[in-house]
């Protein structure tokens, strides 16, 4: 199962409130594959561990400009993220400085999640 930092939105997917994410890359996802959310996978000191968040189920993953949210298809996508008093542009901004080299025209890849019950499986 492969890692997926959320080290910008720990708290939203601790409370399950997030359930979509953009990501430059991750082009091979494809729905059904399981994730590891951990709280970071870089920049650990000596001896730490990563933090386990969620084991998650990929539902869709689509390629589109980061400009696409907030359009008639995703246009609840700033609440999905996490963010809900966020704007479209306000979101776009916010991922633009914390993504170096990413403008709004950037494509980027939606992946939209499912929160799996580990304790189900056996």
């Known amino acids: ?4 930092s959320f080290a910008l939105t720990t708290p939203q997917i601790l409370n399950r409130t997030k359930t979509v994410t953009r990501r430059c890359g ?31 189920r990929v539902v869709s993953v689509g390629r589109q400009p980061l400009s696409a949210i907030g359009n008639a298809y995703h ?22 400085r914390s993504h170096k080299g990413c403008s709004p025209t950037t494509i980027v890849t939606r992946i939209e999640f499912s929160y799996e019950d580990i304790s189900r499986r056996g």
Do not use: N
């Open 1 to 4: 199962m492969r890692l997926m």
């Open 26 to 56: 991750w082009t091979f996802l494809k729905p059904g594959d399981l994730l590891q959310a951990i709280e970071k996978g870089q920049g650990l000191k000596k001896g730490e561990h990563v933090r386990r968040l969620a084991v998650l």
């Open 75 to 96: 246009v609840d996508d700033c609440r999905r993220e996490g963010f809900p008093e966020m704007s479209p542009a306000e979101f776009i901004e916010m991922f633009c």
